[in-house]
């Protein structure tokens, strides 16, 4: 395993442990010894052991296992305060593993056998006062904290708070610029390099604070196995994970939001696509089932991807089971192609299974992953072959601050798409008003204010006019829209009440004029 993603973590909560158990040696001098003291610096000393162990650190592991051995045998406390000999070998054993720490993390190795020896020595009768004992401290006290200083820990609410600061001070600047355009020369001029130098410098603040966000991918992939495993055995599956790309960074709310997404459908692959080792065995294929995570970032997207080896979906089945719970109309049902057909599975209360299990089964699931992808600003695809396996895309944002939006003028009104969803912009000679031909493929057109119900426009009428192409969830389609107006840094608000309801509608966003612009959710928007 690659212990060097953990290092950063290790060094951060390490360093505090070390950090307190200093400051709590200080409360053994001069007073009665309380037990809650003696307990909770063990626990320090315990916690670096175990950290530093599992690092495989092992100057680090013998120093914090003698310090803990030596807080052990003043238990249990007797009346008045601990010898200061004792004292001193642990706060330099403090002191010591806080340095040894911090040079685990510039890469360095740094030695703790001496200080080690002397502490196993002092176990042995803590409590008795030599005349004369030497403590091989070396540190330096301003460089220690120093140190500490440069490295702090921030709660993760603190950074959402300066994120939301910094993206509003840039649609300020936004504001400004607009305000400018109405002065004067020469004061316009001054004006827009002073607005372009305080724009520049908040870009850096929120790409800086979006950067203190990042985490990578591993915080959640480290856990799935043990998940997985319990899983496998509740459904009597053998199977063997294989995870890639876990060192990308994403923004930590991606992770956060997209945790039980990857757990359901990780689950279904066992549920559902992964067949028994004796079947298994039967069709030629190895008695465990193979499941893959791969992450892997394009450009401004993340790209993850969730496999099986296992019995693929049945797209006759899923269009059977649209129609007998009246999703669909047995026409409807023939026409969709079997691309089509998988995105089934994401219809509320459909399912192709024929048991209900505690683990999935029940109908529900597909859906919620579908809406937690969608409402991130991803796409959810689904590609399945057949007795080979199942494959599904997650193709997401890096981080959920600010986003390139593209405007379009439609009926009057002003709409935002992500520029993440807009393939091309270009325009449909007379004539090929209803489909249009993209890399190949031949794709829908549809005029966007009939689709959002502004006007009642047939589909397809959008000779001459401006026409965007955007992912309608893994394929083209094409949105005619009366104008371009532009690109915008869109700082994205959540919309509440009734309008969050609005199918196609995924958030609000000022421009600099402060009009409110509605940024579209493309493919909810086409389901509709």
Not at 181 to 203: F, I, T
Not at 343 to 366: F, H, K, N, Q, Y
Not at 512 to 521: A, Y
Request: hydrophobic share 45%; aromatic share 2%; net charge negative.
């Amino acid at each position: 395993m690659d212990l060097s993603k953990y290092l950063g973590l290790f060094v951060s909560e390490g360093g505090e442990h070390a950090e307190q158990m200093a400051r709590e040696l200080l409360q053994l001098e001069g007073a009665a010894v309380a037990p809650e003291a003696i307990d909770s610096i063990f626990r320090h000393a315990h916690s670096i052991k175990g950290m530093a162990a599992s690092m495989e650190f092992s100057e680090i592991t013998e120093l914090a296992h003698a310090a803990e051995s030596l807080v052990g045998a003043l238990r249990p406390p007797r009346a008045g305060s601990v010898p200061r000999a004792t004292v001193d070998a642990l706060m330099a054993a403090a002191e010591r593993i806080a340095v040894l720490i911090r040079e685990r993390g510039r890469g360095q190795q740094g030695e703790g056998k001496d200080l080690t020896l002397l502490l196993r020595g002092r176990a042995a009768d803590p409590w008795s006062e030599p005349v004369a004992e030497a403590i091989p401290l070396k540190v330096e006290p301003a460089v220690s904290l120093r140190d500490r200083l440069r490295t702090v820990r921030v709660r993760g609410e603190t950074l959402d708070e300066l994120l939301d600061v910094a993206g509003e001070l840039l649609l300020e600047t936004s504001r400004l610029r607009e305000l400018a355009r109405q002065a004067r020369e020469p004061l316009r001029a001054a004006l827009d390099e002073s607005v372009d130098r305080m724009h520049s410098r908040l870009r850096t603040l929120h790409q800086r604070v979006v950067a203190a966000r990042l985490t990578p991918l591993s915080v959640l992939t480290d856990q799935l196995p043990r998940h997985l495993r319990d899983i496998a055995h509740q459904l009597g599956r053998e199977v063997e994970l294989s995870v890639a790309g876990a060192e990308v960074e994403v923004d930590r709310a991606i992770v956060d939001e997209i945790a039980d997404a990857l757990l359901h459908l990780l689950r279904n692959c066992i549920d559902h696509g992964i067949e028994p080792p004796a079947e298994r065995e039967a069709a030629g294929k190895p008695r465990a089932g193979r499941l893959r995570v791969e992450a892997r970032r394009e450009r401004e997207r993340l790209i993850l991807e969730v496999a099986d080896d296992g019995r693929g979906f049945d797209t006759k089945k899923l269009r059977a089971g649209a129609v007998r719970r009246g999703l669909l109309s047995i026409a409807a049902a023939e026409e969709l192609s079997d691309q089509e057909s998988l995105m089934l599975a994401c219809l509320p209360g459909l399912s192709t299974s024929d048991r209900v299990t505690e683990i999935s089964g029940r109908g529900v699931g597909m859906d919620a992953v579908k809406n937690a992808i969608e409402g991130l600003g991803g796409t959810l695809a689904i590609e399945s072959t057949p007795l080979e396996g199942t494959r599904f895309v997650l193709r997401l944002p890096l981080n959920v601050a600010l986003i390139q939006v593209l405007l379009a003028e439609v009926e009057r009104e002003v709409i935002a798409l992500p520029i993440s969803k807009v393939l091309a912009a270009i325009e449909i000679p007379s004539g090929h008003g209803r489909t249009f031909e993209f890399q190949g493929d031949e794709a829908p057109v549809y005029s966007l204010g009939s689709l959002l119900e502004w006007k009642e426009i047939a589909a397809g009428s959008a000779a001459g006019r401006p026409v965007l192409v955007v992912d309608g969830g893994g394929k083209p389609v094409g949105l005619a829209v009366d104008r371009l107006v532009g690109q915008h840094e869109a700082l994205l608000q959540p919309l509440a009440g009734p309008l969050g309801q609005f199918p196609g509608l995924s958030a609000v966003t000022l421009l600099g004029s402060g009009r409110p612009v509605f940024v579209l959710d493309v493919p909810r928007l086409l389901e509709a």
